[in-house]
């Protein structure tokens, strides 16, 4: 499984972006995928989640409300919408997917993730 994640950059705060994970090489549709962040020197940490079908969604309380992710599995793709970003959403994001999982499962644990992207920088100004 590839992963590649895209669609990071510069913001200002207030601003809004779309990150996408891209999956090749798999039926994306069998996988629960997760979006996680590493800020400047702290530890990875969990965003959100996306069931193999799209119709459950979890989020960290910290981006709740501000943050959606979605998915295409016809395009094999999962998004993050981030709006009303904040300079502490400054991370590099990364996508991870798994699979064997049921239908309607999410994941917010980084460690039951077998499969990860290389990350995509976002950084917002203030």
């Known amino acids: 499984v590839q992963l590649q994640a895209s669609g990071g950059g510069l913001v200002q705060a207030g601003g809004s972006l779309r990150l996408s994970c891209a999956a090749s090489g798999v039926t994306f549709s069998s996988y629960v995928v997760g979006w996680f962040r590493q800020p400047p020197g702290k530890e990875r940490e969990f965003v959100a989640t996306i069931s193999r079908g799209g119709s459950t969604t979890s989020y960290a309380d910290s981006v709740k409300g501000r943050f959606t992710a979605s998915r295409d599995n016809a395009k094999n793709t999962v998004y993050l919408q981030m709006n009303k970003l904040k300079p502490d959403d400054t991370a590099v994001y990364f996508c991870?997917?798994?699979?064997?999982?049921?239908?309607?499962?999410?994941?917010?644990?980084?460690?039951?993730?077998?499969?990860w992207g290389q990350g995509t920088l976002v950084t917002v100004s203030s």
């Open positions: 991870a997917a798994q699979d064997r999982t049921v239908m309607g499962q999410t994941i917010r644990d980084l460690n039951r993730y077998e499969y």
